[in-house]
């Protein structure tokens, strides 16, 4: 185990100082941190995979070999991905779940059930990988909300709702390839949508060197002229030209804190999209919303990548805001029928599903890929039809 210990470590500084070297402080100081991190828990834990140790070291050393190559990030072929970026993902997840059996081992405890952080992992890994086509109805009342809350999608019908697909947060990278992406536009066209709303956060740092890439998975929803719709998440400020070439290929409409408005059959809906921003949200927003009054007579929608934002948007100003960002909260109770998230357990911030304050209601997509922690864990990725029924005389 001491030749596990030192090689792991002599990695993870390797990953590091060439991350400094290459990339920059920033990538040197994210790629300390979770390596030293994950060396630290995968050696307290090592002596306990014996009897499977050449499968531990593969993937311990998938773990470096991934980081490595971020370096220089760039899409991955297949063969790369099932060997190298899958496990890789899988086994930091694990490793990182499997963080209080290693604070007890520094205590000196005898270790038990540690298949449990990785069965999870696989668990999670499951969900990563796949989609599960869902319909979900929403219904749209005066009812006014005092505080921001969850809400029930209500039983209100009309005979012609809107229909909208809505793709956000899809990280084009290590778990989305540009042929699964494409995938779900191609299932998006075939649902026959009134709109298509696209709210930001396209990109990994993978896909930043190949503006090609997006373009490419994109290109089905070319079929839906007029109807697509999209705004600036946080990561498409890395690279905001790669994003707008891919959005103006398949002619799609960019809203940078800025609106329109367009025709359906469900009748006239206003447009608000809003950039991401970090500071002074309130007063940006305000500023939209001033030079793009409510249109009277037009359901009036305000694409919002980060929902924390919205308890900065004015009271009325938008009947329906769509939002990701959340990964639906990544890690949480969903698969077993409960709302609750890492994300709800730790912050203020709407993380899946519908919400309400006052008479504007909030909808939070789970979204269709993930970011930052490298599995999904009971919050399975969505790939919906929103019916959105406006029920005028509630």
């Known amino acids: 185990m001491a030749l596990f210990t030192w090689l792991s470590i002599g990695a993870a500084a390797v990953v590091v100082l060439l991350a400094g070297l290459l990339r920059g402080r920033t990538f040197a100081l994210f790629a300390g941190i979770l390596l030293g991190i994950h060396t630290s828990v995968s050696i307290a834990i090592a002596p306990y995979f014996e009897a499977v140790f050449p499968l531990y070291a593969y ?5 470096y070999v991934h980081f490595v190559l971020l370096v220089r990030p760039r899409m991955r072929s297949l063969a790369y991905r099932a060997f190298i970026s899958v496990p890789s993902s899988f086994f930091v997840a694990g ?3 499997s963080f209080p059996w290693a604070i007890a081992s520094a205590f000196g405890a005898e270790l038990g059930y540690l298949f449990i952080p990785f069965a999870a992992s696989f ?24 505080t921001l809350r969850r809400h029930p999608h209500g039983g209100g019908r009309v005979d012609r709702p809107l229909r909208i697909v809505q793709i956000t947060d899809p990280h084009l990278g290590p778990f989305m390839s540009e042929a699964r992406l494409r995938g779900i536009c191609e299932r998006a066209v075939a649902k026959a949508p009134d709109l298509v709303f696209l709210t930001g956060d396209f990109l990994t740092m993978e896909s930043h060197g190949e503006p090609q890439a997006l373009a490419h998975a994109l290109a089905p929803l070319a079929n839906l002229q007029g109807k697509v719709f999209a705004c600036h998440g946080n990561h498409d400020h890395e690279a905001p030209e790669t994003v707008a070439s891919a959005l103006r290929s398949i002619g799609a409409t960019l809203l940078v804190d800025d609106a329109t408005e367009t025709e359906t059959p469900a ?6 999209g809003m950039d991401y921003h970090y500071r002074h949200r309130r007063e940006r927003m305000a500023e939209v919303c001033a030079r ?22 004015d009271r009325g100003e938008g009947d329906l805001v769509f939002s990701g960002h959340t990964h639906g909260g990544q890690l949480g109770l969903l698969s077993l029928g409960l709302p609750h998230t890492i994300v709800s357990a730790l912050t203020k911030i709407p993380d899946h599903g519908l919400w309400a304050r006052g008479t504007d209601r909030l909808y939070v997509h789970r979204g269709t890929g993930h970011y930052g922690f490298p599995v ?7 790939e919906s039809l929103l019916r959105v029924h406006v029920v005028k005389d509630a």
């Open 59 to 63: 993937l311990q050393a998938a773990v």
């Open 95 to 97: 490793v990182f779940l």
């Open 123 to 146: 668990f999670g890994l499951m969900q990563s990988l796949r989609h599960k086509p869902e319909e979900v109805d929403v219904a749209l009342s005066r009812e006014s909300v005092a």
């Open 267 to 272: 009748g006239p809906v206003q447009i608000v």
């Open 292 to 313: 793009h009054p409510r249109r009277e007579g037009s359901l009036r929608v305000i694409l919002l990548h980060d929902p924390g934002a919205f308890e900065h948007l």
């Open 376 to 382: 999904r864990l009971g919050v399975p990725a969505e």
